[in-house]
């Protein structure tokens, strides 16, 4: 009862971006199973995440919207109002990662990561906040950031991943100083390596090198993200504003 009250998200609605598969899918389930109900918000669909949330009784809807066409995004957003009538919470997770040097990537591979990084998460961050504000939602936005917008990784060149997190962490500052004034917290997380298919598919003589920088050996589960993501999204967070909550097994610890 009393962890219903902090955590519960009983009668919220919460859109998931990239929530098809990786974290986006385990977060949306984690959120679902806390009370809330999900908007995927995904390029190619993803019934098979909605599946696994009406498995568990939860209710979820799949809705095509690439996180970077604002037009798309705006749609789906009406969409989720018409059908679940509120918008309460964002879980701002899709994005990519390319290794390449700086020398070797090409600046439409730049252009490519801080897309949809980046201005993905502007896109929907801005038109989430837009609805709260009109509608007097005090909604909670969390924005999927990296260890990496604090640390450069070894030993896979990624300047762009990297210089996208960073902005990410105080593209999540600013809005969370300028809309609260509406109630509406913005606020990131910093995962470090989570086994999922962007990390799992990553050359083993990569991996050799980043398992003994990692204090705890090894990498995250997904699950291990829900409880983070549910505290930003819940009440129990109400004085959480501007943060960026890191997660990473004590990988930036040293
Ligand atoms: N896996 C890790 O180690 C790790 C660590 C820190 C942060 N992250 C971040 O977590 C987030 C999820 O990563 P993941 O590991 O689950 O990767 P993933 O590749 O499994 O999932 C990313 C999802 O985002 C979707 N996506 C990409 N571009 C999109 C767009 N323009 N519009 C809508 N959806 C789009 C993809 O289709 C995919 O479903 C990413 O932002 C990533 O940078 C991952």
């Known amino acids: 009862m009393y962890l219903d009250e902090l955590f519960g998200l009983n009668g919220k609605v919460a859109i998931v971006t990239g929530g098809g598969r990786g974290i986006g899918q385990t977060v949306a389930i984690g959120l679902a199973k806390a009370g809330a109900k999900i908007a995927i918000f995904s390029r190619t669909g993803a019934d098979k995440t909605v599946a696994l949330i009406e498995k568990e009784g939860g209710e979820a809807i799949s809705l095509l919207a690439d996180a970077t066409i604002e037009s798309e995004v705006d749609a789906a957003i009406e969409k989720v109002l018409e059908r679940f009538g509120s918008l309460d919470i964002v879980f701002n997770n899709a994005g990519i990662c390319i290794h390449k040097g700086t020398v070797e990537a090409s600046i439409e591979e730049w252009r490519q990561v801080i897309d949809i990084n980046l201005t993905g998460e502007y896109i929907v961050a801005r038109a989430a906040g837009r609805v709260m504000i009109e509608r007097g939602i005090k909604g909670s936005i969390v924005n999927m950031a990296s260890m990496s917008g604090s640390i450069v990784n070894l030993p896979q060149w990624q300047a762009s991943y990297n210089a996208s997190k960073a902005a990410v962490i105080h593209l999540s500052r600013s809005l969370a100083v300028e809309w609260a004034d509406y109630g509406i917290r913005v606020n990131s997380i910093s995962p470090g390596y ?3 298919p962007m990390s799992v598919d990553t050359p083993q003589e990569l991996k050799d090198v980043w398992m003994p920088l990692i204090p705890v050996h090894r990498m995250g589960d997904p699950e291990e993200l829900v409880g ?21 097994g004590a990988y930036t610890a040293f």
């Open 194 to 196: 989570i086994a999922t």
């Open 228 to 248: 983070a993501v549910i505290y930003l999204a819940s009440s129990a967070s109400t004085y959480t504003n501007g943060a960026d909550l890191i997660v990473d």
